[in-house]
């Protein structure tokens, strides 16, 4: 698309709440990058705006999982194991997605960001192990987690971490804060096999991307900040952010239904 002024203004503050809500939340922090991009930024065809935003939610992804990292909050023996049993997962889910009618695929990411929403209404059932480390068996329950989350991550273009930070914590016992910071590894390859894929088949504005990509890192770091202040308040935060993404997954059914 031709950037203008206001469109890349509104991609630059769009990209900062995703890198914001990212930073904050990490698991669903960046399914609302494709509603932006198509009812905000102005993309207009659905497989453009899934490409490009997985591109930069892979970026800003990136950018989480270097700050979160510094902090020791990354369990990387297990992260790693995930992350790379989902990449094969999340180049097919992709290339499947790219066969599909851009207003179909638009009413399935509908449903999957009413999913995304109302896992994040969950409330963890233990606090988990700040200590674990790494097994044999723990590595046998990883590995087929991450090919099926990769697999949808791919297929939905989202980073899939609310797919990601419960599976984590069921098959390691770490704690939530330690599975959200641990899932972005996830997150950014993911990001970066679905929006390769997508850019074979030219499906990726790189010039928006670059510019969402730009406000994400200021939103990144504001988020890392923030986080410590929603310490106490942090399932309130989780619980109202899962409203918004219930009230944007059904105006995107809406618009792809034609209503």
């Known amino acids: ?16 709440l995703v890198g914001l809500l990212l930073a904050l939340f ?36 990136l950018v989480n999982l270097i700050g979160h990292g510094r902090g020791g909050r990354v369990k990387w023996p297990c992260a790693t194991v995930f992350a790379a049993a989902g990449l094969a997962g999340s180049f097919v889910g992709s290339s499947l997605a790219k066969q599909v009618d851009g207003q179909r695929l ?32 723990m590595t046998l329950r990883l590995a087929p987690l991450g090919l099926l989350t990769g697999l ?5 273009g ?13 098959a390691t016992g770490m704690t939530l804060a330690n599975a959200a910071a641990s899932s972005l590894l996830s997150v950014t390859l993911f990001g970066a096999a679905t929006s390769a894929n997508y850019a074979l088949s030219g499906l990726v504005d790189w010039p928006v ?3 969402f990509i730009l406000g994400g890192a200021g939103g990144g770091w504001l988020g890392m ?9 942090a399932l309130l935060a989780r619980r109202l952010f899962a409203g918004l993404v219930l009230l944007v997954a059904a105006y995107v059914a809406g618009r792809a239904m034609g209503l």
């Open 225 to 233: 900040r923030g986080a410590a202040l929603l310490t106490d308040r």
């Open 152 to 156: 949808a991550a791919g297929f939905f």
């Open 209 to 211: 991307a670059g510019l």
């Open 1 to 16: 698309m031709d950037i203008t002024l206001v469109g890349g203004t509104l991609a630059v503050l769009s990209g900062a």
């Open 106 to 137: 638009l009413l399935f990411f509908a449903m999957a960001m009413a999913a995304i929403a109302l896992s994040m209404l969950r409330k963890p059932k233990n606090e988990g192990d700040p200590a674990v480390h790494i097994t044999w068996q």
């Open 158 to 170: 989202i980073g899939g971490g609310f797919l990601i930070v419960p599976g984590l914590m069921a």
């Open 26 to 61: 990490g698991g669903g922090g960046s399914v609302l990058a494709t509603p932006l991009l198509l009812y905000v930024v102005g993309v207009r065809d659905p497989h453009v705006a899934i490409g490009t935003s997985a591109a930069a939610v892979a970026v800003n992804a």
